[in-house]
């Protein structure tokens, strides 16, 4: 079945694996523990994190108790900044078609609607934070 909106399994795991570790800030949280409540690949999981320890939003712990903590306060971690650190920047100017440069009609056949959706997803993940879900 298509989607119109698709988030990438990535993007799922980073932010319920961060919005968990908000919701624990005490508690160091394993990758099994994320990957079990996820329902990913511990594999998976540990590739994400591991770029969220590099962002500097994270610090992970190693040994047999390790796992992860938040770095940063939940207020501070937009879901835009999270989805464009695992996925990259969003196309702002989105075309369905993608004939952004060559498109051969003066108005858009959509009348613009992909683009005021792109718009109004961007400013939704702005305007969430990890700490509007702990």
């Known amino acids: 079945m298509s989607q119109v ?3 990438s399994e990535a993007v799922s795991i980073a932010l319920h694996g961060l ?3 908000a919701k624990s800030p005490n508690k160091i949280t394993s990758v099994n523990d994320i990957a079990e409540i996820t329902s990913s690949s511990r ?3 540990a590739k994400i994190f591991q770029r969220l320890v590099k962002e500097g939003w994270v610090i992970s712990q190693r040994g047999p108790s390790g796992g992860f903590t938040l770095k940063i306060k939940p207020e501070d971690l937009t879901f835009l900044q999270i989805y464009e650190t695992i996925d990259g920047t969003l196309d702002r100017s989105y075309c369905p078609f993608d004939k952004k440069e060559t498109c051969p009609f003066e108005t858009c056949l959509l009348r613009g609607i992909t683009q005021k959706m792109t718009k109004e997803f961007i400013l ?4 969430q934070t990890l700490a509007d879900h702990i």
């Open 5 to 7: 909106v698709v988030i």
């Open 19 to 21: 919005t968990l570790l």
């Open 43 to 45: 594999h998976h999981v």
């Open 124 to 127: 939704y993940l702005e305007s």
